[in-house]
């Protein structure tokens, strides 16, 4: 089985999981897998995670054909208690229509700019709550290993 070191996500993919995490789009499956509906409940992603083997893997976008470890494991790591989890800000994150946003700007940092302009979030709290979060997940060096041969069809 082969493995790929993956990448750091883009900042926008923290602020998704842990929107994923408040709309409750999180099924825990088993200690090691669990299920991911997106925002819009066209796709439901396969997560798999191993931390005492630095293993994961998701049927998402960003971890099977970009190389970053998507949002939905890092929701995952966060339900687990692995990641930190600001709960006011997830609060705040409730109901976002991430995959819309996404297509209308086709520019994450746009994305994020109208996210917390219209969330009337704390920029200055976000980004320390981002840096955060990735500083933790770069430590885990986590790599692909292939379980799942599909990506999430819409």
């Known amino acids: 089985m082969s493995s790929t070191i993956l990448r750091a996500p883009p900042r926008i993919k923290v602020l998704e999981a842990l929107g ?3 709309d409750g789009r999180i099924e825990v499956v088993n200690e090691n897998e669990a299920l991911v509906r997106s925002s819009d409940g066209t796709r439901t992603y396969k997560v798999y995670v191993d ?3 630095r293993e994961v893997d998701s049927t998402d976008n960003g971890t099977v054909y970009r190389g970053y470890v998507g949002y939905p494991i890092v929701s995952f790591l966060m339900i687990k208690k692995l990641l ?3 709960e006011n800000l997830m609060q705040s994150l409730r109901g976002i229509p991430w995959k819309k946003l996404n297509e209308e700007y086709k ?4 994305v994020m700019e109208v996210i917390i302009r219209d969330r009337r979030l704390n920029e200055i709290e976000v980004n320390k709550y981002i840096d955060q979060v990735l500083s933790v997940l770069r430590r885990m060096n986590l790599k692909r290993i292939q379980r799942y041969n599909e990506v999430a069809e819409e």
Do not use: E, L
Not at 107 to 110: C, F, I, L
């Open 20 to 22: 994923a995490i408040a």
């Open 107 to 110: 520019n994450y940092a746009k």
């Open 84 to 86: 930190p989890i600001n």
């Open 51 to 53: 931390v005492s083997r």
